[in-house]
C-alpha cells in the first residue's frame, strides 16, 4: 500500500506543557482555506447575475457543472416523480430524520416577552420570522437531502412564509438536481426549487430573477452549507442578505481517554474525512496507546473504504492530526481552542466532560452517539460552524430565522418620570435636538430628574 493511501496522519505531541489559547490557536491543525482569494473568482459571476439574470444563471451552469437544466425552477412533476421513485428504505430514514428534527427545533421557538420597566413603561420582544430565505444544498463530491432536512425544518418552524431552494443541476440526471435531494423537498412540502449551483445561486438568492415567466423573488436570508465559492459569494453579499455562516469543509474532533475503543474512533475520524480531502480530522487524547491504535485502525480502513483516496488526502493533511497531551484537563483546552464543528467524547463519564466544552458546532457524547447519528438522524442540526467559528456563533436552528423587534410602549406619566435623564444624557452628548424630543411633549421635567 502506498503512503498517500495508508492513513497516515500527523501528530502534534503537547505533553509536559499546558500551552495558552494564543500558542493554541497557532499549532493546532485547521485546514487553509482563503475565502478572500476565492472572491477574486466570485465577484464576476455574482455581477453577471445581478446584470444579466437568467441568462447569467445558465451560462454559469454550462460552465461549472457541465450542463444547462431545462429550466432554471423545477417543475412539480419532476418534484413528485422524483419522490415517487424514491428508495422505500431511503424515504423511510428521510421521513423519520424529519420527524426528529421537528421534535427537536419546535422546542427552540421563542415567544413575544413584555416586560414592564417602570409604571406605564413596558418594552416587548417581538419575535418574527423573515419575509423570505433561500436555501442552498451543494451536489458536488456528494449528495445531501440530509441538508435539505436540516435547512427546511427550521426555518418552516420559524414560520417563515417564503423558502425557495436552490441546487447544482447534474448531467446525470438532465440538467436537475439530484434526485433524492428534489425527493426530500417533496416530502417537506417545498415547491419552490431551483436547479442552480454554487456561487451563482447565493447570487440568485441575493437579487432575484425571472426565467420562462418564473419568478425568483429576492431572499432576506441565505442558509446552508456549500464549497469555498459558496462562501465567498456569502461574504461578498452579506449586507444585502442575511447569512447563517461561512461554511468551510467539515471537521471532526474527538476527545478519548485511554479507555476509548480505537475501532469506534477511527471509524468515526474516517466517516468525516470521506466528505472532502480537505476535510479535518482530529483525535486528541492523553493516551499513546490509544493514539498508536488508532493509527493502526486507520491504516485498515482507508484501505478499505469506498473513497479511500479522498480520505486518506484529509488524513495527511495539514488540517488533521493526533495531538497527545497530557490529561484531559489540557485536553479540554485544546479541544475548546480549536472550537471544531463537531466533537465527539470518548471518555470515563463523557456526560461531565462534555459539561466542560464551552465550544464547538455539536458536541456527541459517549460511545453511542457518533457525529454520523448528528448528521442524519439524531434531531439536531447539521448546518453548524467550522474554521474555529464555534468559538463565537452557534449551528443553524430556528432561531436563525427569527428577528427580535423591541416594541416600546410608555405613557405620558411615564415619560415624564425619566424625561429628565433622557434630557441630560442627550446634552452629554451634544444632541440636543434627542432633548428638545421629549421637551416637546413634556416641557416641564428638569435635566436629572
Not at 79 to 98: C, F, I, N, W
Not at 100 to 106: E, I, K
Not at 163 to 176: E, I, K, M, N, Y
Not at 263 to 289: C, F, G, I, N, R
Request: charged content about 20%; glycine content about 10%.
Amino acid at each position: 500500500m502506498s503512503a498517500s493511501l495508508s492513513g497516515t496522519i500527523p501528530r502534534l505531541d503537547l505533553r509536559g506543557r499546558r500551552p495558552g489559547l494564543r500558542e493554541l490557536r497557532a499549532a493546532l491543525p485547521r485546514a487553509e482555506v482563503d475565502v478572500e482569494a476565492a472572491l477574486l473568482a466570485v465577484r464576476p459571476i455574482v455581477e453577471d447575475v445581478r446584470d444579466r439574470g437568467a441568462p447569467a444563471l445558465y451560462d454559469a451552469a454550462r460552465r461549472f457543472d457541465g450542463v444547462a437544466p431545462p429550466a432554471l425552477r423545477v417543475p412539480p412533476e419532476v418534484l413528485a416523480t422524483a419522490a415517487q421513485g424514491l428508495d422505500p428504505a431511503v424515504r423511510a430514514a428521510l421521513e423519520e430524520s424529519v420527524r426528529r428534527a421537528r421534535v427537536v427545533h419546535a422546542d427552540q421557538r421563542r415567544h413575544d416577552t413584555t416586560t414592564t420597566v417602570a409604571d406605564g413603561a413596558a418594552v416587548t420582544e417581538r419575535w418574527v420570522p423573515v419575509d423570505r430565505v433561500g436555501l442552498y444544498v451543494p451536489g458536488g463530491l456528494a449528495v445531501y437531502p440530509s441538508s435539505v432536512v436540516m435547512n427546511v425544518v427550521p426555518a418552516q418552524l420559524a414560520g417563515v412564509p417564503s423558502l425557495a431552494v436552490a441546487s447544482p443541476p447534474q448531467r446525470d440526471h438532465g440538467g436537475w438536481p439530484h434526485p433524492s435531494i428534489l425527493a426530500a423537498c417533496h416530502l417537506l412540502g417545498v415547491e419552490e426549487v431551483y436547479a442552480v449551483g454554487g456561487a451563482q445561486a447565493v447570487a440568485g438568492f441575493a437579487y432575484g430573477f425571472e426565467d420562462e415567466g418564473s419568478v425568483c423573488e429576492p431572499a432576506a436570508l441565505v442558509t446552508g452549507p456549500g464549497n469555498i465559492y459558496v462562501a465567498a459569494a456569502k461574504r461578498m453579499l452579506k449586507g444585502l442578505i442575511g447569512i447563517d455562516a461561512e461554511a468551510g469543509p467539515t471537521e471532526i474532533a474527538i476527545l478519548a481517554d485511554a479507555g476509548a475503543d480505537p475501532e469506534h474512533v477511527a471509524a468515526d475520524l474516517v466517516s468525516q474525512a470521506e466528505h472532502d480531502p480537505l476535510a479535518a480530522a482530529v483525535l486528541v487524547t492523553d493516551s499513546a496507546e490509544l493514539a498508536a491504535a488508532v493509527q493502526e485502525a486507520l491504516a485498515r480502513r482507508v484501505a478499505g473504504t469506498k473513497h479511500t483516496e479522498r480520505v486518506a488526502t484529509a488524513l495527511a493533511g495539514r488540517q488533521s492530526g493526533i495531538v497527545l497531551v497530557d490529561d484531559l484537563d489540557v485536553g479540554l483546552d485544546v479541544v475548546n481552542a480549536y472550537a471544531a464543528e463537531h466533537l465527539e467524547i470518548h471518555t470515563a463519564d463523557a456526560a461531565a466532560v462534555a459539561s466542560r466544552v464551552r465550544s464547538a458546532g455539536a458536541v456527541f457524547v459517549g460511545t453511542w452517539a457518533p457525529v454520523s447519528l448528528g448528521d442524519y438522524c439524531a434531531g439536531s442540526n447539521h448546518v453548524l460552524p467550522t474554521g474555529g467559528c464555534a468559538a463565537h456563533s452557534s449551528g443553524l436552528s430556528v432561531q436563525s430565522f427569527l428577528r427580535g423587534i423591541h416594541v416600546v410602549e410608555y405613557s405620558e406619566e411615564a415619560l415624564r418620570a425619566v424625561g429628565g435623564h433622557v434630557v441630560s444624557l442627550a446634552r452629554a452628548e451634544d444632541l440636543p435636538g434627542h432633548g428638545e424630543a421629549v421637551l416637546a411633549r413634556v416641557p416641564d421635567v428638569e435635566p436629572g430628574g
